[in-house]
């Protein structure tokens, strides 16, 4: 792709955005697009058939984005320590690249897509979770289902990805990814800092 097209995707973009906070993406024509976005109908046509071939094209963007790093991601290894670190360095990667797509995100979430791209991520997470679990067998609760462990561990990162979105995304990727891994390897209790004794946590394991 040419740095002209690129251009004109990234001002389309940035039309839609805007327009998004007077309308509903339904309510918006290639008209109102084009107007935004002063280009010409014929310039909108060549790069997309229609708004939804758009959203569309926006939407497999996003994905790659993060299902691109999941070579990277999915190393074996039986080290705890080196799978997690690993982990870390990649996700933090995929999330610097989300911030960077934040106009991209911003639009897909506000529209009909939005249901079925959260279901695509946690998707992808989840194979995450499950592939990490996997390697690590003897560290795993044989009580809990895996699948159920890694639905859990999708859903904090989803749950996290909402609340940068819904702050307008002024945390830096580095802050989504401690408190994230804070949640997942030390628990919503310790997290936000309430400490619990040995008898304490004894006893609590016997209620359950």
Known sequence: MNRRSMKTKREILKAVHIL???????DITVVDIVNRADISR???Y????DKYIMLGALEEQLIQVIS?????????TNDLVEMIT????????????????????????????????????QAIMEQIFKFTYDQIPQTVNPNMPIA??????????MTMLDHWLEEKMVSTPEQI??????????????????????????QLSASL
């Open 46 to 49: 060549l790069h997309y058939e």
């Open 20 to 26: 998004m906070d007077e309308k509903s993406f339904d």
């Open 148 to 157: 159920l462990i890694s639905k859990i561990g999708a859903s904090i990162f």
């Open 86 to 121: 690993a982990r870390k360095t990649v996700m933090l990667e995929v999330l610097k690249e989300l911030k960077a797509e934040q106009q991209t995100l911003e639009v897909l979430m506000r529209t009909p897509a939005k249901k079925r791209i959260q279901n695509r991520i």
């Open 177 to 202: 990814l401690t408190t994230c891994f804070s949640f997942v390897v030390r628990g919503p209790m310790q997290t936000v800092g309430i400490r619990l004794d040995e008898d304490i946590v004894q």
């Open 42 to 44: 014929g310039t909108f």
């Open 68 to 76: 691109g790093k999941l070579d990277a991601i999915l190393i074996e």
